[in-house]
């Protein structure tokens, strides 16, 4: 069974930093479709970033574009998600999300996650993230 743990959320200034970690235990493959989504309170899931084997990373919203980047250590398992000038609207719980394949899997890439995020078969339990201005 694969689980997914983020960590890295926390409390910081406008303008400031933080690293998001995801870790992946259970499963690795070199054939993955990662992606970072956040929650703010009353407001409905967001697609942040993806990263997949097959596409590389792309962007759900142009929000973050310019201060949020998406990597993954393979050895480790685990996929980062570098937060810069952070801004008080970037305040939500953040959730990855993964699929994982034995196969090569083109067809699903981020662009296919981005319509459908409900498709990915493993969440982890989200980290909080608050920013404060």
């Known amino acids: 069974q694969v689980q997914l743990v983020e960590s890295g959320g926390g409390l910081v200034h406008t303008g400031g930093s933080l690293m998001l970690s995801c870790a992946a235990f259970g499963y690795t493959s070199p054939y993955y479709t990662i992606g970072w989504f956040r929650q703010a309170p009353g407001k409905e899931r967001e697609g942040v970033l993806c990263?997949?084997?097959?596409?590389?990373?792309?962007y759900y919203t142009d929000s973050v574009k310019g201060r949020f980047t998406i990597s993954r250590d393979n050895a480790k398992n685990t996929v980062f998600l570098q937060m810069n000038s952070l801004k008080p609207e970037d305040t939500a719980t953040y959730f990855c999300?993964?699929?994982?394949?034995?196969?090569?899997?083109?067809?699903?890439?981020?662009?296919?996650?981005?319509?459908?995020?409900?498709?990915?078969?493993?969440w982890g339990k989200g980290t909080l993230v608050t920013v404060s201005s």
């Open positions: 999300a993964a699929d994982f394949f034995s196969i090569p899997a083109p067809i699903t890439d981020c662009g296919y996650y981005k319509q459908r995020p409900g498709d990915m078969d493993y």
């Open positions: 990263i997949s084997n097959a596409s590389g990373s792309t």
